[in-house]
């Protein structure tokens, strides 16, 4: 079974500043990874996945985020946040042999960007 | 091509009443799944069917029933309702052509008194 922690339900920032938002998980088989992007009343997007390759992985608008096998953690970064960004963010699992269809969820990080 | 809609955005029920929620996708997607949302505890995977005529229960089923006659819907039914299913429920879909991203639906929230 695997478990995923986000070590901080909210983070405040100040716009233009960096940010990153800490994700741990524990499994026993490989793992796949995703961060997930949910704006104020809407459905969860995805905002970026690790498969394999590269440890490093980035998204459209900015972020990235690193996985690291041996401390087991897939933390999300950006180095400069706009207003447009707050929301809650949502770090999620799965294992390789079940794709993405059984996700196991973080609780959440709700980022505010203050001007 | 609306994607996932879910019907109703908002619903308040008594202990006891039943419901269904509904979750329906134009996207000729096999995989669906429902989600509930609680504070603090991210997303939970309830139930997911892999296509017509197959389902198969997440990490919290139990209140839960669900069974999919089509491709495109997959509704959620509450037979008695609790307080402890206040919640937000999300539906998701995966295409067979990109395996990795669920889509998700806008949401049902629900409250049960």
């Known amino acids: 079974a695997q478990s995923v922690t986000q070590l901080d339900s909210q983070v405040p920032v100040f716009e233009e500043a960096p940010v990153e938002l800490r994700c741990n998980y524990s499994s026993s088989v490989s793992v796949y990874l995703f961060w997930y992007v949910q704006y104020p009343n809407q459905g969860l997007q995805l905002l970026l996945k690790?498969?394999?390759?590269?440890?490093l992985v980035e998204s459209i608008n900015g972020f990235e985020a690193e996985f690291n096998k041996s401390q087991t953690s897939f933390h999300l970064r950006k180095p400069s946040v706009h207003i447009s960004d707050t929301a809650e963010y949502f770090c999620?699992?799965?294992?390789?042999?079940?794709?993405?269809?059984?996700?196991?969820f973080g609780q959440g990080t709700r980022l505010t960007i203050n001007p | 091509n609306a994607g996932v809609t879910q019907t109703p955005k908002f619903q308040v029920l008594k202990t006891g009443q039943s419901m269904t929620l509904q979750c329906a996708q134009d996207?000729?997607?096999?995989?669906m799944s429902w989600y509930r949302q609680d504070p603090g505890m991210g997303l939970r995977l309830i139930h997911y069917?892999?296509?017509?005529?197959?389902?198969d229960q997440g990490e919290v089923p139990n209140g839960y029933n669900v069974s999919r006659s089509t491709t495109e819907d997959f509704p959620l039914r509450l037979l008695s309702a609790a307080p402890s299913q206040t919640s937000v429920y999300f539906c998701a879909t995966i295409a067979g052509t990109d395996p990795y991203r669920q889509f998700f639906g806008p949401g049902t929230r629900l409250t049960v008194l």
């Open positions: 999620a699992v799965s294992d390789r042999f079940q794709g993405a269809q059984k996700l196991v």
């Open positions: 069917s892999v296509g017509a005529g197959i389902t």
């Open positions: 996207m000729n997607h096999e995989y």
């Open positions: 690790y498969l394999s390759g590269s440890t």
